[in-house]
């Protein structure tokens, strides 16, 4: 089967799903738009003295649980392999 190729004509783009409940996927199963990840900010300056220059373990186990986030939304559209 040949590829498909989605456009337009227009200088603007294409985008898919005309909104936050439209479903979209790749390789599988459509979902919906996944929640907001969840921005991760320090609290102070990082530290030389720490495990990775965290200052705490919060801020840590905050940027691990916004790539999982990722992770499964990717994986949710088909774009990553679960």
């Known amino acids: 089967m040949a590829a498909r190729v989605v456009f ?3 200088s603007d783009g294409v985008t ?3 909104a936050t409940t439209a479903l979209i996927g790749f ?4 979902v919906a738009q996944a929640a907001a990840v969840t ?3 320090t609290t102070g ?3 030389t003295t720490n495990a990775f220059g ?3 373990a919060a801020q840590a186990d905050a940027i ?3 790539l999982n986030a990722l ?8 774009i990553i392999a679960t």
Do not use: E, K, P, Q
């Open 8 to 10: 337009d004509g227009s």
């Open 16 to 18: 898919l799903g005309g």
């Open 27 to 30: 390789y599988g199963s459509a």
């Open 39 to 41: 921005s991760v900010t």
């Open 45 to 47: 300056a990082t530290s």
């Open 54 to 56: 965290y200052t705490t």
């Open 64 to 66: 691990v649980a916004s």
């Open 71 to 78: 992770i499964v939304a990717n994986r949710g559209m088909g």
